[in-house]
Structure formats: C-alpha cells, structure tokens
C-alpha cells in the first residue's frame, strides 16, 4: 500500500535553512504529482506547495514563495523540501502527501509528518 | 485564496446518533472540466489526515458506508448516519478547484 516517510524535521534558528525528505513507496512515485502541506501547532492545515510528477512544474503558496522549493528525485522515489530563510510562523508539522491523478489537486495519502520547530 | 468556512467547529454527538457538518466557500468550486473539487477529510488525535470524500460525494475505498458528502457550488454537506466511538476527531473540507488548495477550519466532532 501506499507509505510515505517524512524527515529531516528539527528545531533550527530564524534565518537558517532546513531540507525535508518524503520517502515513497507502494505505488508508482514518477506517475504522482506531489504536495506538501503543513500543520502549525494546534492549528489547521495549510498547502505549502505541489510539484508535478516529472518535477517540471511546481507552484507555491505565497506566505512561502520565494523561500521554499520543492524538488524530486523520481529515480530515489524521493520528494525534497528546501525551506531557506526560516521564520517562526514556519514552526509547522510538515507533510507530504500523494496527489491521486483523478482530478485537481486530488490529495489522497498522507506520510506521518515531521516537526520543524523555528526558533532562536 | 478561496475562503473555506466550517461549521459548527465543535460537535458534540451521541453514540449511533447523526452528524452533519457544513462547508461552505467564498468562490464556486465548480472547475472548467466541469467537476466540483471539494474533498472531506478525517484526523484522530496523533494521526495525519485520512481522506474519507472526494468530489463531494465518493467515497474512498475502506471508509464505512456511515460517511455520505453531498452539496454543490459553494455548499457542501458531511454526514455520519450514526456516530461511533472511531469517528472521534478533527474533521477538515478541501477545495483544490483553485490555487493554491484550502482547508476549512476543522469541526472537532466528541463522542458524549
């Protein structure tokens, strides 16, 4: 079945950079758009950003556009966050998540998260 | 970014009794293919989320037949035929009709 493993998750300062990693395994990772979408503490759910299946396409949320970059590796069945120039508004549990294909931004399976914690 | 409103965003239940939640959004999610991009998902306590409906009303493969979405446009319905003790949890609508995706708020559903 569908697993996907989230890590690299941590507690870094403000400013620093810290990078994800989603393993993914039971299904055909290269044929899957992939997202990622992070949890603050207590709070609701927030789309961080989605990567197309051959990584050509990707688009970001603003609060992280120009900060974060998404990127695979299709031949490890490996997603990557990028997170540069860290704030504490970024203190998240971040996911990542299959996109089903059937549709528009059709988020199905979920990995268990990794907690990134921004703080000084 | 689409507005996603919950309500009620707690709901306390009776054991086999109903439930039913209300999303409502700020734009039609009605995309230009002519689909409604609204899905319904589950969080227990110390899990990751579990989608239960997408396309507001198809259900996905393993989730009790209890579970119904229905609605259309801006209106969308989450209905529990009769609540049992595994339901507890957070429960979340998504649009991904437009970008980027959003969630509604979360209704926390108890078992009393």
């Known amino acids: 079945q569908v697993h996907l493993v989230e890590s690299g998750g941590g507690v870094v300062q403000p400013g620093r950079s810290l990078r994800l990693s989603c393993a993914a395994s039971?299904?055909?990772?290269?044929?899957?758009?992939m997202h990622w979408v992070r949890q603050a503490p207590g709070k609701g759910l927030e789309c961080v950003g989605v990567?197309?299946?051959?990584?050509?396409?990707?688009h970001y949320a603003d609060s992280v556009k120009g900060r974060f970059t998404i990127s695979r590796d299709n031949s490890k069945n490996t997603l990557y966050l990028q997170m540069n120039n860290l704030r504490s508004e970024d203190t998240a549990v971040y996911y990542c998540?299959?996109?089903?294909?059937?549709?528009?931004?059709?988020?199905?399976?979920w990995g268990q998260g990794t907690l990134v914690t921004v703080s000084s | 970014d689409v507005v996603m409103t919950q309500s009620p965003l707690s709901l306390p239940v009776t054991l086999g009794q109903p439930a039913s939640i209300s999303c409502r959004s700020s734009?039609?999610?009605?995309?230009?293919?002519?689909?409604?991009?609204l899905i319904w998902f589950q969080q227990r306590p110390g899990q990751s989320p579990r989608r239960l409906i997408y396309?507001?009303?198809n259900r996905d493969s393993g989730v009790p037949d209890r579970f119904s979405g229905s609605g259309s446009d801006t209106d969308f319905t989450l209905r529990i035929s009769g609540v049992e003790a595994e339901d507890a949890g957070v429960y979340y609508c998504?649009?991904?009709?437009?970008?980027?995706?959003?969630f509604g708020q979360g209704t926390k559903v108890e078992i009393k």
């Open positions: 998540a299959r996109d089903r294909g059937d549709g528009y931004n059709s988020i199905d399976n």
């Open positions: 039971g299904f055909t990772f290269s044929s899957h758009a």
């Open positions: 990567t197309s299946d051959d990584g050509g396409e990707k």
């Open positions: 734009q039609s999610l009605v995309h230009s293919d002519g689909n409604t991009y």
């Open positions: 396309r507001v009303s």
């Open positions: 998504m649009q991904g009709a437009h970008w980027p995706p959003t």
